[in-house]
């Protein structure tokens, strides 16, 4: 009877310490800042098909596509949803236009979705595609849209995420990154 109790006791140690592993490695829902998994398993052939034709159509087709990937946190997705070199500049049509590859891009990815928009005090782009739920108040043409900051082409007949425009907080956040990096 002992024994039972020590098992039943030992049982549920273990079970308890394993929930806290797996939360300690789940992020929230909010959570921008972390690294993005690179050795993710590759996309399904079915989810590469999804992708490949919402990006082939109307805009209003591809944004849910692109917008449950970034919710989902599905990294692999986004990039196979994004035109690279990706390019971004500061606010002002004057500031310099620069680019990044795929190796950079969650760099730049992780501080846009944190950026604010600056339509509310709480609002950041992650906040924005999580709200943008249609196109109707997009009014995309037929090769360009635009969503908060981020602009969005048809490259090829198909829709990617080309372009963003970046406060000047985030700005500095990338060349303090930048400057860590050398």
């Known amino acids: 009877m002992k024994y039972l109790l020590y098992i039943g006791i030992i049982t549920i140690l273990f079970s308890c310490s394993n929930s806290e592993k797996e939360q300690t490695t789940t992020q929230s829902s909010d959570s921008v800042n972390a690294t993005p998994v690179r050795n993710q398993p590759v996309l399904s052939k079915a989810d590469s098909l999804n992708i490949a034709n919402a990006s082939n159509g109307e805009f209003a087709v591809f944004w849910p596509v692109f917008r449950r990937a970034v919710l989902n946190k599905d990294t692999l997705a986004v990039?196979?949803?994004?035109?690279?070199?990706?390019e971004t500049r500061g606010e002002s049509d004057t500031d310099p236009?620069?680019?990044f590859n795929q190796d950079d891009f969650f760099r730049v990815y992780r501080l846009l979705l944190s950026q604010w928009t600056g339509l509310h005090v709480s609002g950041k782009q992650l906040d924005m595609i999580r709200t943008?739920?249609?196109?109707?108040s997009i009014?995309?043409?037929?090769?360009?849209?635009?969503?908060?900051?981020?602009?969005?082409?048809?490259?090829g007949g198909r829709w990617k995420l080309a372009f963003a425009?970046?406060?000047?907080?985030?700005?500095?956040?990338?060349?303090?990154?930048t400057q860590t990096l050398n």
């Open 79 to 86: 990039l196979q949803m994004t035109r690279f070199p990706f």
């Open 97 to 99: 236009v620069i680019r």
């Open 132 to 136: 943008t739920t249609n196109t109707a």
């Open 139 to 155: 009014n995309p043409t037929a090769d360009w849209a635009r969503v908060s900051a981020m602009e969005f082409q048809k490259v």
């Open 165 to 177: 425009y970046l406060n000047e907080e985030t700005i500095e956040k990338l060349q303090e990154g």
